[in-house]
């Protein structure tokens, strides 16, 4: 498959906790994003990074990536009920013209 | 300012009729992709477009899937005859693309249309 795949496929947490995804893939890719997609809803782009950098952060959202293992993470810190949600990773590609090939989601549940 | 704007939001239609999706993109946005969502399938890319022309449609299923965008503002996507497999929710996403070899944007999703034939 030319998805990424995200692990874990269902992640349960309290409030105020900290929530890890992991994404991988297989070929190379020039940059990464990660979406948010609340139930019934479009796709929310959260955060960009590029091949070249290793780490990026937005607010309470923390993203690294490790070319040589084609491995990204984000996590998020202090979690929200707000969080609640499905988290995707996609994956551009050096084929030119924009392309993202989406990852199968982690399904993110914050308890309060 | 209006996000990505998809019509209808459901969709019900019976098997074998035609079924037509529409979409407007973000004023100023130069790329437009349609994506289909399903349990199974997850999200799949089905064609994008770049300054109104097809660029890759390796993604549309099969040639009972057709998209159009006649102007930069307006797209379409129809499937005729539709049948119960193609039941999913289907996202319009849009772009500003510098240029080829630049990075990817960030997208800009629709809420989707949610198909159900039956």
């Known amino acids: 498959s030319q998805q990424g795949e995200e692990d874990p496929q269902a992640l349960s947490i309290q409030e105020g906790e900290n929530a890890t995804m992991n994404c991988s893939y297989k070929?190379?890719?020039?940059?990464l994003q990660w979406y948010r997609q609340n139930s019934g809803r479009g796709l929310v782009h959260l955060i960009l990074i590029r091949s070249n950098e290793r780490e990026k952060h937005s607010g309470r959202l923390r993203v690294t990536l490790d070319t040589s293992k084609k491995s990204s993470s984000l996590l998020i810190t202090a979690s929200r009920a707000a969080d609640t949600a499905s988290y995707f990773c996609a994956r551009g590609t050096h084929t030119g013209f924009q392309k993202l090939v989406f990852g199968t989601g982690t399904r993110l549940l914050v308890s309060p | 300012d209006a996000g990505v704007i998809q019509s209808p939001r459901h969709e019900v239609t019976e098997m074998g009729q035609e079924v037509t999706l529409r979409c407007k993109p973000i004023?100023?946005?130069?790329?437009l992709f349609w994506y289909r969502q399903t349990m199974m399938r997850g999200l799949e890319l089905l064609i994008y477009?770049?300054?109104?022309?097809?660029?890759?449609d390796s993604g549309m299923p099969e040639d009972r899937f057709s998209a159009k965008m006649p102007n930069a503002s307006f797209s379409t996507l129809k499937i005729q005859p539709s049948e119960p497999r193609d039941s999913a929710v289907y996202f319009c996403?849009?772009?500003?693309?510098?240029?080829?070899?630049?990075?990817?944007?960030?997208?800009?999703f629709g809420n989707g249309t949610r198909l159900t034939v039956t």
């Open positions: 996403a849009s772009s500003f693309s510098p240029g080829p070899s630049s990075y990817n944007s960030p997208l800009h």
């Open positions: 477009f770049n300054n109104n022309v097809p660029i890759d």
């Open positions: 070929t190379s890719i020039n940059n």
């Open positions: 004023s100023g946005h130069n790329s």
